[in-house]
Structure formats: C-alpha cells, structure tokens
C-alpha cells in the first residue's frame, strides 16, 4: 500500500532563517506531488505542484521554492523565512494528471516563524 | 470570489441528531468532487469522490450526493467521534480546489 511521509511534524524558526520540508512517498511510481498550506479561516492554498523529477509548478508568487530530486521525493523550501510563511503545510500526491483520483495527504508540518 | 464555498463554517450537533453539510461550486467542467475528513493536527483523510450529478455515496454515518452546482455530506445519528473539519475539492483541469471546510462539533 502507498504511504506519504513528511516530517518534521513541528518547527519553530526565527525569521531569516532557511527552510527544508521533506516529503517521501512509498508504494507508488510516478506520482504527481503537491505542496498545499492550510492557515486558519483560508482553507488549503496550493504552492506547488510536480508531475515529473524536476518538473516543478507554482500556483503563488511566495518566498517559497519546491523541488523534486527523486521520483518520490518532494522539497519545500525557504532561503529566508518570513512571519507570514507561518501555517500548516501539507504534502500531498496522487495519481497522474486526467484520473480524476483523491489526493492522498500527509500528516502535515506546523511551522511558527517567530 | 471563491469557486468552492462550503456552509456552515461550524456546526454544533447533539449526538444523534442528523444534519447536512454543503459544499457549492460555480465553476464549469467539473471532472470530480471529493469530500475530506480532518482531525485536529493531522492531514485531510479522503472519504468520498463524486463524479456526475444524482451520484451518491455511502460510508458508514456519512452520505455525499452531488447535484449540478453543489453537494451534501449528510451525517445521520452522529456519535461524538465524527467530529472534525470537512473539506471539500473540485477537480477542474488543474490540482484540486479546496473549500475553507466546516467545523463539527457533535455533542454527547
């Protein structure tokens, strides 16, 4: 069975600082993999999303960048946090683009940007 | 303007009284709707996909239907375990488009 991995589970950084979220899939080839953040009263906002190793799409201009190593490896990442980078990021992957299938969901990584 | 908007943004139900939660769209081409379930600091688990309107589907307590612009997740004889955030998505030609979600709070 497919599994998704992400971690860490909590994070405190100061501002300026850099990121690295890591997010392993297990049990499938291929996927398509996605970064969302979830802020309070927002809903789940769409950062990236990768249909391929080194295919990376952006849905919002941020202070955030994604890459994709490995076929099931999907990386957040920040060279200077700022305050508003705060919130609940989620990794996410599903099946390939057209198949009208779920997308399957991590536990998330609660980042506090102090 | 959202294109998913889910209603009401919380609900308070006494255990056992069944209720509906609505998720509409005003967007076209809908290829599938899906309902989520979250806990509290966890990730969104799938519960349903709905592909055409007059579909249903079931999962224990829990219905989803889906019409031409909306969809309901109906919650019959809820226990206080079923309390949660539902999120809704709309898969159009892109990732999947959530709704802000509806908090239930089922009450012993």
């Known amino acids: 069975s497919q599994t998704i991995h992400q971690w860490p589970a909590t994070l405190v950084q100061p501002v300026g600082s850099p990121l690295s979220l890591e997010c392993t899939v297990e049990?499938?080839?291929?996927?398509?993999l996605y970064w969302y953040r979830q802020a309070a009263g927002r809903g789940l906002q769409l950062l990236f999303y990768?249909?391929?190793?080194?295919?990376i799409s952006s849905e919002v201009p941020q202070n955030l960048s994604a890459s994709r190593p490995q076929d099931r490896q999907f990386i957040l990442s920040s060279k200077k946090l700022l305050l508003s980078d705060s919130g609940f990021y989620l990794c996410?992957?599903?099946?390939?683009?057209?198949?009208?299938?779920?997308?399957?969901f991590g536990n998330g990584t609660r980042l506090t940007v102090t | 303007e959202d294109q998913v908007t889910q209603s009401p943004e919380a609900l308070r139900l006494q255990e056992g009284e069944s209720s509906s939660l609505n998720c509409s769209y005003t967007?076209?081409?809908?290829?599938?709707l899906f309902w989520y379930r979250q806990d509290p600091g966890k990730g969104p688990e799938f519960l349903f996909t709905l592909y055409s309107a007059g579909e249903e589907k079931e999962k224990e307590r829990l219905k989803a239907t889906l019409t031409k612009k909306e969809s309901f997740l109906h919650i019959t004889a809820p226990k206080p375990e079923d309390s949660a955030t539902y999120l809704c998505a709309v898969q159009l030609n892109t990732p999947l488009v959530f709704g802000k979600g509806t908090r239930l709070s089922v009450i012993a």
């Open positions: 967007v076209s081409g809908l290829r599938g």
């Open positions: 049990g499938t080839s291929n996927p398509n």
């Open positions: 990768s249909v391929g190793i080194g295919q």
């Open positions: 996410a992957w599903g099946s390939e683009t057209g198949s009208n299938s779920p997308l399957h």
